[in-house]
């Protein structure tokens, strides 16, 4: 019982120490959002774990960003981009969702409803537009190298 209590603080310091990193420099490593706008830390570029509640849209994420409706990055996002519907603007990585949209996208895009004005990678879903590729309109499947 005792390390369990030992292990728990450590585990609540780490984060508060986290937070408190994070709130004097520009980036954090971790945020918590209920809606766009509304989250713990106020810093938009996360490099960790963004996680949405409802939604959350933020300048840049390197890492992961998960919510249950709305994902979205203003600037950058690079790793895994989750939720209902996600959007950013230059990807790099995996967008999961139903629907998924990036101006720049580098990597996968995987849901009912892909689009990229630029693609360099591989949509796998039911509609899949890339705007400037080969094929700017395929069922099930679409890559642009």
Same mark, same amino acid.
């Given at each position: 019982? $005792? $390390?369990?209590?030992?292990?728990?603080?450590?585990?609540?310091?780490?984060?508060?120490?986290?937070?408190?990193? @994070?709130?004097?420099?520009? /980036?954090?490593?971790?945020?918590? @959002?209920?809606?766009?706008?509304?989250?713990?830390?106020? =810093?938009? /570029?996360?490099?960790?774990?963004?996680?949405?509640?409802?939604?959350?849209?933020?300048?840049?994420? =390197?890492?992961?960003?998960?919510?249950?409706?709305?994902?979205? /990055? $203003?600037?950058?996002?690079?790793?895994? =981009? /989750?939720?209902?519907?996600?959007?950013?603007?230059?990807?790099?990585?995996? =967008?999961?969702?139903?629907?998924?949209?990036?101006?720049?996208?580098?990597?996968?895009?995987?849901?009912?409803?892909?689009?990229?004005?630029?693609?360099?990678?591989?949509?796998?879903?039911?509609? !899949?537009?890339?705007? $400037?590729?080969?094929?700017?309109?395929?069922?099930?499947? !679409?890559?642009?190298?």
């Amino acid at each position: 019982m $005792k $390390k369990c209590v030992v292990v728990l603080l450590m585990a609540v310091m780490s984060v508060v120490g986290f937070v408190a990193l @994070s709130v004097a420099g520009e /980036t954090t490593p971790i945020k918590i @959002s209920l809606v766009p706008g509304v989250g713990i830390p106020s =810093q938009s /570029t996360v490099h960790g774990l963004d996680l949405g509640l409802i939604g959350d849209d933020v300048a840049e994420v =390197q890492g992961l960003q998960i919510a249950w409706i709305y994902a979205g /990055t $203003k600037e950058k996002m690079v790793g895994l =981009q /989750t939720a209902f519907v996600d959007i950013g603007k230059e990807v790099v990585g995996v =967008q999961y969702g139903f629907y998924n949209q990036a101006d720049d996208m580098t990597g996968l895009q995987l849901g009912f409803i892909n689009s990229a004005d630029y693609m360099s990678g591989v949509q796998i879903g039911l509609v !899949n537009i890339i705007k $400037k590729g080969a094929l700017p309109f395929m069922v099930l499947i !679409n890559a642009n190298f």
